[in-house]
């Protein structure tokens, strides 16, 4: 079985809360690049709000993508229209893909305290490739 570092780092780091040290590890996820809505959390609440306001943040540069990417086809064009369905018919299917794989990871840790932070966590690494998807660039 292969574990993400990412989850790996999550796992030691409630190790860590759970053994009584009052500092996270070097390798936190508040230290983890792309962390920097996170100040150093200490409990698994502060660790779960962590990930949630990390993935709240993603959600927002995705949707900020699509929009740009939507608003770059000309509604007037029949083809672009076309484009445009197609473009959010792929966004659906890769929730879907996102929410499928994301519950496969969840499911090697249910019943723990770490399951919710693995899911945003696996739902976070997702976006920032699907917005390189996204960018105009790759649709001229």
């Not at 076309?82 to 929410?99: G, P, T, Y």
Request: overall charge negative.
């Amino acid at each position: 079985m292969s574990v993400k570092p990412t989850l790996l780092v999550c796992a030691i780091s409630l190790l860590a809360v759970s053994s009584g040290s009052s500092a996270p590890p070097p390798s936190s996820p508040a230290s983890l690049p792309g962390s920097d809505v996170c100040n150093a959390p200490a409990t698994t609440i502060e660790i779960t709000d962590c990930h949630a306001r990390e993935l709240d943040a993603a959600e927002g540069r995705l949707k900020a993508a699509l929009k740009k990417l939507m608003d770059g086809f000309d509604e007037s064009d029949k083809n672009s229209k076309v484009v445009r369905d197609k473009v959010l018919k792929a966004q659906q299917l890769w929730r879907s893909f996102v929410q499928a794989d994301c519950d496969a990871h969840e499911a090697v840790y249910e019943g723990g305290s770490i399951v919710n932070s693995v899911g945003m966590v696996c739902g976070r690494d997702h976006i920032d490739p699907r917005i390189k998807e996204l960018d105009p660039a790759n649709w001229q």
